[in-house]
Structures are given as C-alpha cells and as structure tokens.
C-alpha cells in the first residue's frame, strides 16, 4: 500500500523565475533504485511519503468487482491480466498470489449467497476469442471450471439468482440463462436490449438491467418462467452517458454509473427520482466499469485510471486504494509550469507518466515515446505548452501534445547536429531547447524549428573555463545555466546567454557529494542536489554553492539512486497547520493506462 498526498492546483510564476521565499513547495525525488517518486517536506527534509509506486502485481484494466458476502473482501477482474485478484477492501493491500490466474479476458463477476463460489464472463480459450464462456470460481481451491459457452457473443455484467447465472451479451444484445447445475446451455431470457452491459436482481423475479447502447437502466419481471419488460427505472433523459455498473446503496437506492459520463446517480426505486451521488470525474473518475458497497464506501472500478476510487456515502472521493500494475518510475520527472501535472520517465516502459497533482491519478500514459528504442532520459513542457521527450537510445528529441497524448513526431531528428544520448532537457531563456548530450557537451536547438542552433556546442565542454565533462541534468535560473556533472562530483555554472563559463559552483566532492544527477533551487534560494551514490539529497547556498546540509539523510523514506528531483512550483496556501507550515493530507494514487472502450471494440473482440 503506497501513500500520496493531495495537492491542490495553483498559479505560478515563468519556468525561469525563482519562487518567493515564503512559497510552500514540497520536494519530489525519483528514487531509481526502488522505481517510486517519494516525497519530502520542502522546508525540513522530512519524509511525506510514496507519491508514486511501481506496481507488478495485481489487475491490469479492471472490469468487474465484487464484495465477498462472507468475509467482505474485494475480487476485481484483470481484463488485459487475464485473472483475478482478491483486495483488502479498506486498505487495497492486494492478496498473493491471485485468486485465480486460469482467465483469458475477465470482465463481469459475481458471487453467489454463501461466498464459497465466483462467477465471471470469459473466453472459453485464447484460440475461440469469439466463444464466450460463464466460469466457476471455488474459492476455497482455486477451481475454476466452465459452467456453460455461447458462440459469437460478447459476454460482460454477470449476477447471481438462485441455482442459475446470468449474463449480459452485448454482441447480440440481450441476457443469458447459464444454469450452474450445468447442461452446457445457455437460455435466452431477455431482450428489446441495446448492448446491455451490467444487471442484478431486486429479487428472484425482478431483474434490473443496464441497456447501455439506449443510455437508460431498464426492469424486467419474471412470471410463469417468462421475462417481460416492465418500466424504464433510469431513461436517457436522466443524463447517465452509457450506463455500465449497477448495485445497491446501503440505504436501498439503485446506484448506476456511466461510464461515457464519468459519474454516479442514486434512483430511488419506488418514486424513481435520480440523484447525482458522484460528480462526472469527481476525484479523477473515468470509464467506470464496475460499482461495489463495503458499508458506507463506495468503490468503482475505473479502466483508464487502471485503479478502484473510493467514495463516501455522500459521493464526495476519498482516495484511491486499489492499483493496477503501472510502469516503472526510475528516470527524469519535469512539473508543468503551473505546478498542476508532472511528467516522469520511464526507462523499462518506454512510457511518460503523466499525474495530476490535484489528485494524484496518472492521468495519462504516454506509450512507447521512443520509436524504435527505448529509454526515455527526461522531458518537458515547452513555451508552446507540448511536451518534450529525450530518447536516450535513439538519439532524438520527440514531441507530443499533452492536451490529447497524440505524437507529434520527432522535433531533433535522430543525430542531428551531432545530438547522441540526450539526456537532460531545459528550455532557456531565449526559448530555445537545450540538451545535455551524451558526449558531455550541451546542445542548444531552435525552439521553434528544432534545428540545430549556433553555436552547436552552446558549452565546450573540452575548453570551456573548465566546464562539466559529463553533463547530466540541467537548470536554468535567472540568467545562469546550472549542471551537475557525475563524472567530477561537481555542479557547474554558465551564462545562459552566452555559455560564458561561470564558475564552478559546488566543487567536487563538497559535502560528500557523489554522482549528482537532479538539481533545483528550492523556495528558500537554496541549491538541492541529488547525490546518487551516498542516497541522499544535499543542500547548498544559493548564492555561494558551500555545503549547508544533508537535506535529506541517506536511505531516507526508502531513497536508492536518487536519479532526479523537483520542488513542485506553487504559492502559499492554507492548510492544516503542521509545525509552523502547510502541508496536505493523504490520498491514495490512481492508475493511468488508456484503453478501448468496449463499446467500440468488435462485437466479440477482446480488449
């Protein structure tokens, strides 16, 4: 289980303005060694916790969840996982191993009254996508057999009634009959239906079923063996934007969420009054699949967010605990501007992760940004508001706009200007983009063009007043270029106008310096460092480069190769008081991984 922090978005000042010394501004540090971006008290070093984990275990693109009737605890289907994983419902701890791992692409499950067993739609194998199968879990063994298959549909909601399963198919639109003492046959129960994705039953004779395509919740009674419709119980007018998950509130109402409309309403079922009980994206909700009572929570499973939100039972968001497995975080992090989003790199992923800082959700997955090669080193968001990525092994600089994840393609084409492992990215105060390239010089290209600008080599680095000969990361600040250099221990300073050698800033080893890599002035003036060999991060005068502290003492929080590190810009604002400051309170982190509507996959088609 991992910590966050809930960050409130605020205003800020240029990219290349020092914030004022009263800012509150908490420091952030990838600590590449354990893959996780943690977080530190910007004014005292102390350790406020895991703003974000890797995770291996657990689902990926969560479809169905369920809360066990014997002993509370929370199964969540891995659609892109092909299993099924069991959560500690108030915490989200997950269980290992997973409760079942003998699936093609779950999606709806439900239990039956007692708990001992699970029921989930599925492919009956990964040779017949389009042979949709109702499977049996058993708890207590791990069994899972199939209980009955159907050619051609695309099985999703399943629910339990009595000694038969039922289940919605959205290629065929209607609901199917599977009885659990078995027969192998499917019995059509249900139809008049437009993809129809989540049902449950009010009773033995009363079915509620989620008629997606129509964007309205719908009743079905059942009389002498036959279903028949009986009245819309959410019509389309109601505003639920493809209905998708249904279940009951504690105090009876039928809780529905559309997932088109990110959202959550609350219908009383006998005056059928609809009340919005979650607000569309209330605490980073989206494409929520599956809805689920513990009590007073209430937990949604959402695709996108690859994580389950928790809410109170006044619809107001209480964090995240569930996650989905996520990319490793082990290389650079760059905050926006206005503090609101940050952007790490991830090497093993190929990915950027992309996290909103209001809510600590991965908003969004930026996949595979270094085309035909890995290792992402860093990027940032340029003047012109895209981002901007160095890929270490393909000896680009790519480009995307962060306002739809698109590609833009390559802004520096592979090699050019002598461009060769980039690594760091800064953009000065001309507007132009500077590169610490992988020869230890620092490249200077056109911010507009991309094109090499003149001088290519913007610092020397082999006859440069003595200037890093292994540049890593780079900073600007006012009119001064500041650049750690591994190689020498050292950080190093140059007019960032006219790559004049400065001076050379923190000399070698000054503090026990060694293997510095991320850098930042925080909001007291003050220069901080990551110092990747010893773990920790040191802290130097911000006019004078002399050794102040070990601001944050080696290992600290779990802190293994401190390979970058950001203060997050912001202004004061109030909160509650904790020794003399402001800091916020907890929240748990959401999952961004993009996915396929399944509404817009191929009747049949897995996702």
Not at 80 to 96: F, H, K, R
Not at 265 to 276: F, K, N
Request: hydrophobic letters at 40%.
């Amino acid at each position: 289980m991992i910590s966050l922090r809930l960050l409130p978005p605020l205003l800020v000042a240029f990219a290349f303005t020092a914030l004022p010394p009263a800012a509150f501004a908490d420091l952030f540090v990838v600590s590449q060694g354990t893959k996780e971006v943690l977080a530190y008290d910007g004014a005292t070093g102390a350790f406020d916790g895991v703003f974000a984990a890797t995770i291996t275990h657990g689902f990926r693109n969560p479809g169905g969840i369920a809360i066990r009737p014997s002993d509370g605890v929370l199964y969540v289907s891995s659609i892109a996982g092909g299993s099924i994983w069991s959560y500690t419902t108030a915490t989200g701890i997950v269980t290992l191993p997973a409760a079942t791992t003998a699936a093609i692409a779950p999606f709806g499950i439900g239990f039956d009254a007692t708990g001992a067993n699970l029921y989930f739609a599925d492919a009956t194998d990964s040779e017949q996508p389009n042979t949709d199968a109702i499977k049996e879990l058993e708890i207590a063994t791990g069994t899972v057999t199939i209980l009955g298959t159907n050619n051609q549909v695309d099985l999703l909601g399943v629910a339990v009634n009595g000694s038969d399963v039922y289940a919605t198919d959205v290629a065929l639109s209607r609901v199917l009959r599977f009885p659990i003492g078995g027969g192998n046959e499917s019995v059509e129960i249900a139809s008049g239906l437009d993809a129809p994705e989540a049902l449950l039953f009010l009773s033995a004779t009363q079915m509620i079923v989620a008629d997606t395509g129509n964007d309205r919740v719908v009743e079905y009674t059942e009389s002498g063996g036959n279903w028949s419709f009986q009245q819309e119980i959410v019509p389309a007018s109601a505003g639920v934007v493809e209905p998708s998950a249904l279940a009951i509130a504690p105090d009876g109402r039928l809780t529905v969420a559309g997932r088109a409309s990110g959202d959550v309403v609350l219908v009383d079922l006998g005056t059928l009054v609809v009340t919005p009980l979650v607000a569309p994206g209330a605490g980073g909700l989206a494409d929520p699949k599956g809805v689920a009572w513990s009590g007073n929570t209430l937990l949604v499973s959402s695709g996108t967010r690859n994580a389950i939100f928790y809410y109170d039972v006044t619809g107001q968001p209480t964090g995240v605990r569930a996650e989905g497995v996520n990319s490793p975080l082990e290389a650079g992090l760059h905050f926006s501007p206005d503090g609101s989003r940050l952007f790490v790199a991830s090497i093993s992923g190929n990915d950027i992760v992309e996290f909103d800082m209001e809510t600590g959700a991965r908003v969004h997955l930026y996949n595979n940004v270094c085309p035909n090669a890995p290792l992402p080193f860093d990027s940032v968001i340029g003047p012109d508001g895209r981002l901007y990525i160095s890929c270490t092994l393909n000896s680009s600089i790519q480009r995307y706009d962060p306002s739809t994840g698109a590609s833009l393609g390559a802004f520096v084409i592979a090699g050019a200007g002598g461009l060769v492992n980039p690594r760091s990215l800064a953009f000065g105060p001309n507007g132009n983009l500077f590169v610490a390239n992988g020869s230890g010089a620092i490249f200077e290209f056109d911010g507009v063009t991309g094109a090499a600008a003149s001088p290519v080599t913007f610092v020397d680095t082999n006859g440069n007043g003595g200037g890093p000969l292994d540049a890593s990361h780079l900073h600007f600040r006012g009119n001064s270029l500041y650049v750690t250099s591994p190689l020498y221990d050292e950080v190093v300073a140059f007019d960032a106008t006219s790559g004049a050698y400065l001076s050379t800033f923190v000399s070698s080893g000054s503090g026990g310096l060694t293997g510095p890599k991320g850098l930042d002035f925080g909001p007291d003036g003050d220069l901080y460092v990551g110092s990747q060999y010893d773990d920790t991060v040191r802290r130097y005068d911000g006019a004078t480069g002399s050794f102040v502290s070990a601001f944050v003492p080696a290992g600290l929080g779990g802190l293994d190769l401190p390979t970058d590190l950001a203060f997050q810009p912001s202004l004061a604002v109030p909160a509650v008081s904790r020794g003399g400051r402001a800091m916020v309170c907890c929240v748990i982190l959401a999952t961004s991984i993009v996915i396929l509507r399944r509404r817009q996959v191929e009747p049949g088609a897995r996702q």
